[in-house]
């Protein structure tokens, strides 16, 4: 299933110094992602890129760094060519920066709709329009002159960096040939090493033709979906969405507990009370909304699937919130579950 350009890019990395023990291939859902072409132990390095094929860029806002790609993107005889040419194109990339506007309100969320259309958006459109200039290293007119871009066309740039960027270097986000193919694993223990060259190290043993990922990091199913447009399908129940989270505050990053909350039955009550009002208000929203439109069919299925987690999650919840209730009035102390 590896496209000529993806091999290009294989052979590239090669040439230039790297070294591989894995392959592009694609999942049963079509999904592109890195797979070991060899046994590999834990402790060894599953590929190896030099530091001369990594991008990077400064660490601000991803609309902000991102017009060293868009230059890179533009310029034919760029040095990273065989990368440039394997990343996905507009229909291949999701993130809250290109969400088709005419399915934002899917959503179906007040807090999420605000994220994407006045957060991530309006921050491409205002860069785009050039409000952002004086505090850019690079502008738009300064990566590709005079050329004009669309909106949708920077949209696209933006979402590529935020999507595919790590942090291995201070104060910059690098994109990295290659490394940037592995897929999510909320579970994955392989890891990063920097050092002359980056190196992704397994965690365990992995057998030939196994698929290679890596963790983008502990993040629920709406940042999930706002970053990089997909959801986590490992974890059963699946977290509650971050908007759902009793310690969420819109534009206040900091990390939420997994801990479930303990307490008198009075507060867990509320905490009852806000959950079922949680579910009250999605199933009213979705209701008034109708049948999702299919113009972009992923966008249409990732957007049901989000609704049914973000559902199954608060009632799960729910559930064991009324567990610890009812295991409280029958006498006994309130259990840890
Ligand atoms: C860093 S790239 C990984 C490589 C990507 N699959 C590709 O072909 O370019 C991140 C993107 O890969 C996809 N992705 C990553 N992990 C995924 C997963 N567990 N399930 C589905 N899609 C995933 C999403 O589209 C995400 O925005």
């Not at 030099?50 to 533009?74: F, G, T, Y």
């Not at 959950?275 to 049948?291: N, S």
Request: with cysteine; net charge negative; proline share 6%.
């Amino acid at each position: 299933t590896i496209l000529p350009k993806e091999q290009a890019l294989l052979d590239w990395v090669v040439s230039e110094g790297g070294e591989l023990r894995v392959t592009i291939s694609r999942d049963n859902a079509g999904v592109r992602g890195l797979y070991t072409t060899q046994p590999v132990k834990k402790g060894e390095a599953l590929l190896s890129i030099p530091r001369h094929l990594v991008l990077s860029v400064k660490n601000v806002a991803a609309a902000e760094a991102s017009p060293q790609l868009l230059k890179e993107m533009h310029s034919p005889c760029s040095r990273l060519r065989p990368y440039l040419d394997t990343l996905p194109g507009p229909d291949g990339v999701l993130t809250a920066y290109n969400w088709p506007e005419e399915y934002i309100k899917y959503l179906a969320d007040p807090v999420m709709e605000e994220q994407v259309g006045n957060s991530f958006k309006l921050h491409a459109r205002n860069t785009w329009l050039g409000h952002n200039d004086d505090e850019m290293e690079m502008t738009i007119p300064e990566a590709i002159g005079r050329k004009n871009i669309t909106l949708q066309e920077w949209e696209h740039v933006v979402s590529l960096l935020s999507s595919r960027t790590f942090s291995i270097r201070k104060g910059a986000l690098s994109l990295v040939p290659l490394l940037d193919l592995a897929n999510h694993d909320v579970r994955d223990i392989n890891k990063l090493g920097n050092t002359t060259t980056v190196r992704l190290i397994a965690g365990k043993d992995l057998a030939a033709g196994e698929q290679v990922t890596i963790t983008y990091g502990p993040m629920r199913n709406d940042e999930l979906l706002m970053y990089y447009g997909f959801l986590d399908t490992v974890t059963d129940p699946p977290r509650l969405f971050s908007i759902d989270h009793r310690d969420f505050k819109l534009y206040e990053a900091h990390q939420l507990s997994d801990r479930p909350l303990e307490g008198p039955p009075e507060v867990l009550r509320a905490e009852l009370t806000r959950l079922l009002g949680i579910v009250a208000a999605l199933e009213i929203r979705l209701q008034a909304l109708g049948p999702i439109p299919e113009t972009q069919p992923y966008v249409a299925s990732v957007l049901r699937a989000a609704h049914d987690m973000r559902r199954r999650a608060l009632q799960a919840e729910i559930g064991r919130v009324e567990r610890q209730l009812q295991r409280g009035s029958g006498g006994g102390a309130v259990e840890e579950l």
